[in-house]
């Protein structure tokens, strides 16, 4: 299983930034997957998820109305869409899934907003 994140940068407060996670070495389809970002000295926090039909979704509170995640299952991707994006959205963004009982990570994107 590979997870590989891109699209990550510096942008301005209010800016806007798509992320992409590419998956490989399973069946993309049959699970779900998630955006998951670690600030400096803070704790990895859950930022959105995505069923494996993508029929579902859930955010944490903060990134409600602004933040996207969708999936591609005939690309075998996951993207998450950043609008809007605060200071506090500085983070190391990370994919995640579970196959088989067993968790697997992107190597992370750095997200840096601002002025």
């Known amino acids: 299983v590979q997870l590989v994140e891109s699209g990550g940068g510096l942008v301005q407060p209010g800016g806007s930034l798509r992320l992409s996670c590419v998956a490989s070495g399973f069946t993309f389809s049959s699970y779900a997957m998630s955006w998951y970002r670690q600030a400096p000295g803070k704790e990895r926090e859950l930022v959105a998820t995505i069923t494996r039909a993508g029929d579902r979704t859930n955010y944490t509170d903060s990134v409600k109305g602004r933040f996207t995640i969708a999936r591609d299952n005939a690309r075998n991707t996951v993207s998450l869409q950043m609008n809007s994006l605060k200071p506090e959205d500085t983070a190391v963004y990370s994919c995640?899934?579970?196959?088989?009982?067993?968790?697997?990570w992107g190597q992370g994107t750095q997200v840096t907003v601002s002025s």
């Open positions: 995640r899934t579970t196959v088989r009982f067993r968790i697997y």
